[in-house]
């Protein structure tokens, strides 16, 4: 607000200083302690750190057991951030003392079991990262004690598989990130009652198919990811009942051919489709969005399209902007309607809007051609 006043956290710095332990005389006053890249294998006792702390960076030290983690009356800490250490298990209450922690990042270590109460003591936490463990199944029973939830990311764990209702407890959650776990599949009802669940991220995964099911029942849905995966075509009722979704990602996908009549169809929120850099998209049907009224950005360069149909561009009533550049255009009939004044669109990047054929007009920017 306008009469918000800044005042930043007083902030002591002992990241890289070959510490093996943490200092005991930290001055009464420090909000945020730093203490990367040092070789801390364990923290004895909470009870010596200022009562202001909120928080506490042990980031790339030599962790390795939570049993040498004490927390205990370390209840004024917010933020707690033990990325890059060697933890492989997660103990029974074992953050303990930490009552009103928010935010726990535990990405970048050997984590491959997580006992069924780790967090009991967790009650506030709003955000936990576990990405990049070695965790090869998710437990609801992680989540019990966590009703708070909103963000979670657990990607690039070695998941074998996702059971239906993995997430049930989290009631809260927002946001769910789980990319590169070689996901081929999810289970139909694996967001069954999460109605918070706004953002979903399935980058870098095995899907071949959209897993439509399962979308549907994120309720309301806002924001998909579905770049990076092996997925040949974008059907119609892919994105069936996603009704609230406002942005969809499809870009980098390897086997991707074509975006099929209706395939993104009565989405009454959406604001901006990116399908980019997919090396192998050559055809978007004449009729591949429909029922579109709020779409504002519609981003497709970078792709193999020779043609984009004005039929297209004239089912979407709110089009302000769009990019079709890197792509190997035609310069006929079909692609007239880019220069002939036809619309107020404005066209991103028209430095790198090239003709390819025919071979007259090769290298010619499409936006000066005098079509025939």
Known sequence: TPKSIYIEALTVDCNALNLDSIPQRIPANTQVLLLQANNIEEVKDADHFPVNLTGLDLSQNNLSSMININFTNAHQI??????????????????????????????????????PNAFAEVGNLLRLHLNSNRLQLVNSQWFEAMPRLEILMISENPIIKMEDMNFKPLINLRSLVLAGMNLTEIPDNAFTGLENLESISFYDNRFVNIPSVALQKAVNLKFLDLNKNPIRRIQRGDFSNMLHLKELGINNMPDLVSIDSLAIENLPELRKIEATNNPKLAYIHPNAFYRLPKLETLMINSNSLSALYWSTIEALPNLKEISIHSNPIRCDCVNRWINMNKTNIRFMETDSLFCVDPPEFHG??????HFR
């Open 78 to 115: 917010l933020s707690v951030y033990l990325e890059e250490n060697k933890l492989v298990e997660l103990t029974e209450d074992c953050f303990s003392g930490l009552q009103n922690l928010q935010e726990l990042y535990l990405n970048h270590n050997l984590i491959s079991t997580i006992s």
């Open 364 to 369: 010619q920017n499409v936006r000066y051609i």
